[in-house]
């Protein structure tokens, strides 16, 4: 008895299958075929670079090497450095900022002056998010150092003061459509 | 019981805080970039003055290693008479090693004349002082005067550049003769200061 129910189901799976197979053919009518293209995705870009800072005196003349320049009271230096920053992106914004120096001072803090950086865009101080122009745009930042001529004495002769390192952050902000 | 309830829920809503602070901030994070600039050390010049004596040619730095002002002995040529004068000189030399601009002027200030001992011949020498352009100079008598009230400034001294001071000390020719054989302590203080090199004056 229950050989035989083994038999029929066995039986009727055989006859499902070939009936499938079969009917593979009998659908093939008409069929048509069209086809898109979405084209490429291609990222944007992002970059903050720094070229080489120049150091320039009261009057504008450049100091090849700062390590070979002695500061006396009344100098004023300039440390001028050029950032380029490239932005590619439809939606693309980013903020430049400093993240600010630690600087070692040998100074008696009183007799000098130093300035945080300033980032200028042509001139101008940078209003911040930068968007992209097409090309690479060009952050100028800058720091200056005075000793000042109300020194007294001999303070603060062959005194140093390091700079250390100065970071300049490109942090992309979000714009409406990205989220 | 119910404490610890209140515990584990406390615990839980803290990880989830915690959890929650940690997903937001990745939300924030698109792209970023950033550059590092090294502007470098900036180191001040040294103020060196160098004295050398005329006659014995004896040098010394103005200001001594441990910061205290140098005494150079001049040591004129020569003894003193009544009426008659014996001379010395200092050139002093700008010596620094500034970057830029840094120049200075010497000011030879009021001379003070002490007797050795219980002596009395202070009252009777007169100090007379000139600037030079050579040394030789120091022993012709001609341009001597006595240091103003303001004392006498050399012209400017650039870098590397120096300039002579020619003293000349006399005995009145009144001195009386129980001045004989007494010694006197000139000391002449010379101080060097920077002049303003800022356009807008300092």
Redesign the interface.
């Known amino acids: 008895m229950k050989n035989s129910t083994l038999v029929k189901g066995t039986a009727a799976i055989a006859v499902g299958a070939a009936l499938l197979l079969g009917g593979g053919g009998t659908l093939a009518n008409w069929n048509a075929e069209a086809t898109a293209a979405p084209g490429t995705i291609v990222a944007g870009d992002?970059?903050?670079?720094?070229a080489n800072?120049v150091?320039t005196?009261?009057a504008g003349t450049v100091?090849p090497d700062?390590?070979?320049?002695?500061?006396?009271?009344?100098?004023?230096?300039t440390?001028t450095?050029p950032?380029t920053v490239k932005l590619v992106g439809n939606k693309m914004a980013?903020n430049v900022a400093t993240?600010g120096i630690t600087p070692t001072n040998g100074?008696t803090s009183t007799n000098v002056s130093v300035s945080a950086p300033v980032l200028t865009v042509g001139g101008t101080a940078v209003s911040n998010p930068l968007k992209p122009t097409g090309s690479d745009q060009t952050v100028t930042?800058t720091?200056t150092?005075e000793?000042l001529?109300?020194t007294t004495g001999?303070a603060?002769?062959?005194?140093?003061?390091?700079?250390?390192?100065?970071?300049?952050?490109?942090?992309?902000?979000?714009q409406p459509g990205?989220? | 019981m119910r404490t610890k309830r209140a515990l584990k829920a406390a615990a839980l809503i803290a990880a989830a805080v915690v959890l929650g602070l940690f997903t937001v901030q990745g939300t924030f994070a698109l792209w970023n970039a950033s550059a590092v600039a090294a502007p470098g050390t900036v180191s001040a010049a040294s103020f060196d003055v160098a004295l050398t004596a005329v006659n014995s040619g004896a040098t010394t730095n103005m200001t001594l290693a441990n910061g205290t002002p140098a005494n150079l002995a001049l040591s004129p040529a020569g003894t003193l008479g009544p009426g008659t004068s014996v001379s010395g000189g200092v050139v002093v030399t700008n010596n620094t090693n500034a970057g830029g601009q840094f120049n200075t002027t010497i000011t030879v200030g009021q001379p003070t004349v002490a007797n050795s001992g219980s002596g009395t011949l202070a009252s009777y020498i007169i100090v007379n002082s000139k600037t030079a352009a050579s040394t030789t100079e120091c022993s012709s008598s001609t341009g001597y005067a006595q240091i103003s009230t303001s004392g006498l400034v050399s012209p400017t001294l650039g870098k590397g550049g120096s300039t002579i001071f020619c003293f000349q000390v006399s005995l009145a020719s009144g001195a009386p003769s129980t001045v004989k054989g007494q010694a006197v302590t000139i000391t002449l203080p010379l101080t060097a200061r920077q002049l303003c090199g800022v356009p807008s004056g300092c």
């Open positions: 992002l970059n903050v670079t720094a800072g150091w005196d009261r100091i700062i390590t070979a320049y002695k500061v006396v009271p009344g100098d004023k230096l440390f450095q950032l980013a993240t100074f930042a720091i150092f000793f001529s109300t001999r603060d002769t062959t005194a140093s003061y390091n700079f250390g390192s100065v970071a300049f952050q490109l942090t992309q902000v979000t990205l989220s």
